[in-house]
């Protein structure tokens, strides 16, 4: 066998896929059509954002990199819904594209056991049995490669085509060329395939836009993703290696809007000419114009792409109308006038493997071995990739272990969320998180990513032993001040844990009347005042938790046959055929399967 695993696709699943395999001490090829575009970031220029920041927090604290890519490389840095609670929070950070992208491929070409490959895979080899297992790969360039697991992360660029008005052209970014013949290979195997779309707006030059005309938006004080962020060289602390630069905001008007619908029939997805299904909740601009009429304006954020470079990403601007229309209604907006472009949005149409058809371990139902991770799964956005790039790789080494599947529950993480949607619920359109997805999002704040993670990070030997031990003064640190702030008693004879619950108060105002509490870092200090604050909601979802998670310890069996049991509703029986749950928690999270099904279900395995 020339590798245990190959991975597919150097995006962000990619990377988190293939460093977690080789970093449990399997050796790994990955396989990319070109290693200058590994850790591309293809649409806007930031990690992170609501529910978002908290995937990437997760990921770290998995053992995961690209918290430590993002802090190496910030130019900017937010805390999103500050005026909100704590449970809606989540950080997000401006990057350095090219600078994002250069720390990606230093970590994957230091990393042991691991290979990069360029190439295009185009078939996939397979047993000949009952229950056929994945073999090897093919590639276009004739090389069969055997290994005992594949992890496919093709993102965009699996049988991709890009569109620009009337232009089209069979590309997964603008200028980078499809993946052409894997998609193929997987339908006439059998997978159910489907196309979904995305797209992106266009670059233009810096130096082109009237600033002063526009809102600016400066950062804050930067802070590290990580929970273990790398200390630059000479420091003492962690601190952000980059300059940090300001965003801009400007809106479109009745004027943009006007050439928009005069131009719709020349734009390809309302022509016809796109068949995927495209993001609800990212819409392009036409969409926006279209869908809500009685609107006179949307933001426009203007993000620098970076420090490297003059260009600039018009965020709430995507589109696939032609280049002329792009600069007309461009040139309509407030500062935009003289603006040049320098690339043309463009949507992009590619193929997705139907995640219904994974199971939560997030390998192949039909395949042995066979593991897909990010938005060929039917997700959007670079933090959902990575999640599922991590998982996907653990999976993989757990299988070539032997051992059980490691699967997230919903009370235990945005990622254990995300999954388990994808694969008990499917997707027709690019799914992206949200915190409103999650039930128990109190529990799933992102500064506690760590203390739900790491130690399951260290069970599977992703956390090293300084970590953990840095993980465990942490925790003792944490306990301290929670006896600190129930046990102290301020001036007025109350405990800050009264107060807290009574009122906002800045931490920083139990300083004077306990000055230990100085001996501890801030963040520390917030996370358990936020604890104590919010304890009551706290034990009302852990309540709730325990009640989900008797029904998700119930396994069903996996041959159990739905169409023989009599009770069950005929639409019951359908969606129960696809999706196979492995659990009746997992049943029940089905759309369409009844309670009255459920409890027959319930019947039969206990009786089982």
């Known amino acids: 066998m020339d590798y245990d695993c190959i991975v597919i696709g150097g995006g962000h699943a990619g990377i988190e896929a293939s460093l977690a395999v080789s970093r449990l001490g399997f050796s790994c090829l990955l396989i990319t059509q070109n290693p200058d575009c590994i850790g591309a970031l293809s649409c806007n220029p930031a990690v992170g954002g ?191 290696e980059l300059p940090q630069v300001p965003c801009w905001i400007t809106y479109t008007n009745t004027r943009t809007h006007e050439i928009i619908r005069n131009n719709i029939g020349r734009s390809p997805l309302y022509g016809g000419k796109i068949k995927g299904i495209g993001a609800r909740y990212c819409p392009s601009i036409e969409d926006k114009v279209m869908r809500f009429p009685e609107r006179d304006r949307h933001h426009v954020f203007i993000e620098p792409e970076g420090l490297y470079t003059n260009e600039v990403y018009l965020n709430g601007l995507s589109s696939s109308l032609p280049e002329d229309v792009q600069k007309n209604f461009i040139h309509s907006i407030c500062g935009l006038e003289n603006a040049v472009l320098v690339r043309p949005a463009y949507a992009v149409e590619y193929d997705y493997l139907d995640p219904l058809d994974l199971y939560p371990s997030l390998e192949s139902k ?97 956390a090293d032993g300084r970590r953990m031990e840095e993980f465990r003064r942490k925790t003792l640190g944490l306990d301290a001040i929670q006896e600190l702030l129930t046990q102290s008693k301020l001036r007025n004879g109350e405990t800050p844990e009264h107060r807290l619950l009574r009122e906002a108060v800045n931490i920083r105002d139990f300083f004077e009347d306990i000055p230990e509490l100085k001996n501890y870092p801030a963040e520390w200090i917030e996370q358990k005042a ?57 049943a029940a999270r089905i759309p369409g399967v009844r309670q009255g099904d459920i409890a027959l279900l319930l019947v039969l395995t206990r009786r089982n």
């Open 530 to 586: 936020l604890d104590l604050k919010y304890a009551g909601y706290i034990e009302k979802e852990n309540r709730a938790i325990a009640r989900t998670k008797k029904m998700d310890h119930i396994k069903i069996p996996g041959d159990l046959d739905y169409a023989n049991i009599t009770g069950l509703s005929s639409e019951s029986k359908e969606k129960l055929k696809i999706v196979r749950p492995l659990t009746i928690g997992q």
């Open 50 to 240: 609501l529910s978002k920041g908290n995937l990437v927090r997760e990921v770290d604290a998995l053992g995961g990199e690209m918290a430590k890519l993002i802090d190496k490389t910030m130019i900017q840095y937010r805390v999103l819904n500050r005026s909100r609670g704590p449970a809606v929070q989540a950080p997000r950070a401006q990057a350095d594209k090219r600078a994002y992208q250069n720390a990606a491929r230093r970590v994957l070409e230091g990393q042991k056991s691991l290979t990069i490959m360029m190439d295009t895979v185009i078939d996939l080899m397979v047993s000949d049995d009952n229950r056929p297992q994945v073999l090897g790969v093919v590639t276009r360039r004739g090389h069969k490669i055997s290994c005992s697991t594949v992890i496919l992360a093709a993102g965009t660029f699996m049988e991709g085509k890009i569109f620009i008005g009337e232009y089209d052209a069979p590309q997964g970014r603008l200028g980078e060329e499809a993946a052409l013949g894997l998609g193929s290979s997987l339908r006439r195997m059998g997978f159910p395939m489907g196309r979904l779309k995305t797209g992106t707006p266009a670059r233009i030059a810096a130096s082109s836009v009237d600033f002063y005309l526009l809102d600016k938006q400066e950062g804050e004080e930067p802070q590290p993703f990580s929970f273990n962020p790398e200390i630059p060289d000479g420091s003492s602390a962690w601190h952000s």
């Open 366 to 462: 039909r395949l042995a071995g066979f593991f897909s991770a990010g938005q060929t799964n039917g997700s959007s956005g670079y933090e959902e990739a990575a999640a599922q790039g991590i998982m996907a790789g653990i999976n993989a080494v757990q299988k070539m272990r032997g051992q059980e599947p490691f699967v997230l529950g919903r009370s235990e993480a945005y990622t254990g969320v995300l999954i388990d949607d994808l694969t008990t619920q499917g997707t027709k359109e690019p799914y992206r998180m949200f915190t409103s997805r999650a039930e128990y999002r109190l529990l799933l704040r992102h500064d506690t990513a760590d203390k739900r993670l790491t130690p399951k990070a260290g069970e599977i030997g992703l």
